[in-house]
């Protein structure tokens, strides 16, 4: 193989791991305070807003249900406004992120759900605020819900980020449709795969560890 | 001193109104122990939830040392819950937090220094027991020692009310014991008030001073330990007491007796009996003064903190009017005569 394929592929690689980084960080300072609300704002919980709740639970059903690669096509001009062009990897990052508050939101969301409602009630008893009870009970007794549900994001952004090389987004996809499929070259479909799989599996992983390690029960 | 007066809780509205508590006053004097005893869904749970309002009443007035929780809300009220220390069924620990740092937890939420939270959660240890348990997680503890913790706890912010919500319901008769023995050391060295609910005589029986009786969201009997259990005043205060006595006729015996006396019938009696009866020879007495033969089916002798409380089912053996005389005789010595029926005679 060729030094210049090696360096397509090298760069494809950080190029993927480039979309992931920025949409799984985005998405994640967006969505754990979302997911947060999403549950504290449920009836008779800390922070009950019934109305505030079911807007938010419809905005965010309405992200979820979006196919990606629409959604993809869709805010190409909002993507424009905000990174100044639709195809490379930031225009990617975009749709990507904007795909991904939603899932994370949701999967925080249940996590927390997890948390016995007794832990709640005895600090509630002790006189916490509600900030108080999500900062010292509620994300520290989910956490490793929480890192449970962020690996299964990540995950999902690396295929998702495959997907974004469909329309120019640049990255393992990219090449792999490029170079594997459209040039018939079955070698690189092979690498570019090879390397999704081994990503996926270090980001599960090292997401299994984290539980893991995090875990007293 | 926890006061209640006049409180109802209703949870809906119209007809699908459901009246957990309704109408209930209750006075809990300062560094006293007092029990709430109750079927499951008689209300306990929302009764003790009510003190510190985790639960908001729908009418009447909580006060707790002097203060008037009912009105307060916010922060008034966070403040107002550092002096109430409350523990539970299920123990409710933080997983993620070792022992140490679960006792810290309400300084933490008081806002206090590092230093003053080491100073005040290591002694606290060390009077439930568990110095040496201070870097463990719950998950290590049984349940007796996670109890401890939660107990530990609740105290760290040195509250004048602890309550107790089932406390001990999650744990073996002889864990149970050791909690109930140390919060009677608690109550006793802190000067701690303490109301709690439970389902267990047992409960009542070794640490309270009084005892309210809970049914359908009211409170039906409020009584001295001692009284309550040798003087119940209600039909289900009986029935916990004879249920903790396990003091039923033999099934034998329940399928001979007979509601209306016969020409050829004896008595069956339930004779409880307190204080001085206890040591007096009555039945001796009953066979030599109204000449009657007592034939004994049942007995037991139980005491209830400074008292003592005998039990006995019994056959009265004699004609209708020396058994009248006799059960006369008996209630004119303070004990307590029910009449559980009539059987044939067999001889």
Redesign the interface.
């Known amino acids: 193989m060729s030094s210049a394929l090696v360096n397509l592929i090298l760069q494809a690689t950080l190029d993927t791991l480039y979309m992931v980084a920025i949409s799984g960080v985005i998405s994640t300072l967006v969505g754990l305070p979302l997911g947060i609300l999403l549950y504290t704002t449920r009836p008779r919980q800390i922070l009950a807003q019934p109305v505030l709740n079911q807007v938010l639970g419809i905005i965010t059903n309405v992200g979820r249900s979006i196919p990606f690669i629409i959604l993809m096509v869709a805010i190409i001009p909002f993507t424009r406004m905000l990174v100044g062009t639709s195809i490379g990897i930031n225009a990617a990052s975009v749709p990507l992120t904007i795909a991904a508050i939603p899932f994370v939101a949701r999967l925080i969301e249940g996590a927390l759900n997890e948390v016995?409602p007794?832990?709640i009630?005895?600090?509630?008893?002790?006189?916490?605020?509600p900030w108080?009870i999500i900062c010292?009970?509620l994300v520290?007794?989910a956490?490793g819900g929480i890192i449970t549900g962020l690996t299964i994001t990540l995950v999902t952004l690396v295929s998702y980020s495959a997907m974004a090389g469909a329309v120019g987004g640049g990255g393992l996809g990219d090449l792999g449709i490029r170079y594997g499929y459209n040039r018939f070259n079955p070698t690189i479909m092979l690498i570019t795969v090879v390397i999704l799989v081994v990503m996926v599996q270090g980001f599960q992983s090292l997401g299994d560890y984290l539980v893991r390690k995090?875990d007293?029960? | 001193m926890i006061e209640l007066s006049n409180v109802s809780k209703t949870y809906g509205s119209g007809d699908s109104a459901v009246h957990a508590l309704k109408d209930v006053d209750l006075r809990v004097p300062k560094g006293t122990i007092h029990g709430v005893i109750g079927l499951s869904g008689a209300g306990k749970s929302t009764l003790i939830r009510c003190v510190?309002l985790?639960e908001r009443p729908t009418q009447g007035s909580v006060m707790v040392d002097g203060q008037e929780m009912t009105r307060l809300n916010g922060?008034a009220?966070?403040?107002?819950?550092?002096r109430?220390g409350?523990i539970?069924q299920?123990f409710?620990l933080?997983?993620?937090?070792n022992v140490f740092d679960n006792v810290a937890?309400?300084l933490?939420?008081?806002g206090e220094k590092r230093s003053v939270i080491k100073d005040r959660v290591l002694p606290l240890l060390k009077m439930v027991g568990l110095a040496d348990k201070a870097q463990q997680?719950?998950?290590q503890l049984s349940g007796g020692q996670k109890q401890r913790v939660a107990i530990a706890?609740a105290l760290a912010?040195k509250p004048g009310v602890l309550?107790c919500d089932e406390a001990t319901s999650a744990l073996d008769p002889q864990t149970t014991g050791a909690i109930l023995e140390l919060l009677r050391d608690i109550n006793q060295q802190l000067g701690i008030t303490i109301l709690l609910i439970t389902h267990e005589m047992e409960v009542v029986k070794s640490i309270c001073h009084r005892v309210s009786l809970i049914s359908n969201g009211e409170l039906v009997e409020d009584a001295e330990v001692g009284e309550f259990f040798t003087a119940p005043t209600t039909q289900l205060g009986r029935e916990f007491l004879n249920d903790f006595l396990q003091l039923t006729p033999p099934k034998e015996l329940l399928e001979r007796l007979e509601g209306a006396p016969g020409p050829s019938t004896h008595p069956v009696v339930r004779l409880t009996f307190s204080g001085d009866a206890v040591s007096t020879p009555l039945i001796s007495r009953l066979a030599r003064d109204c000449n009657v033969d007592v034939s004994i089916l049942q007995a037991k002798v139980e005491s209830i903190q400074d008292r003592t409380l005998g039990l006995m089912i019994a056959e009265l053996l004699g004609s209708e009017t020396q058994t009248r005389e006799a059960m006369d005789y008996l209630q004119s010595h303070q004990l307590h005569v029910e009449v559980l029926g009539h059987v044939q005679r067999t001889s």
Do not use: C, D
């Not at chain 2, 933080?94 to 937090?97: D, E």
């Open positions: 016995s007794g832990l009630e005895s600090a509630q008893s002790m006189g916490a605020t108080q010292k009970v520290p007794e956490r995090s007293r029960k | 510190n985790l922060s009220l966070n403040q107002a819950r550092h109430i409350m539970f299920h409710n933080l997983t993620t937090r937890l309400p933490e939420l008081m997680y719950p998950a706890r912010s309550l």
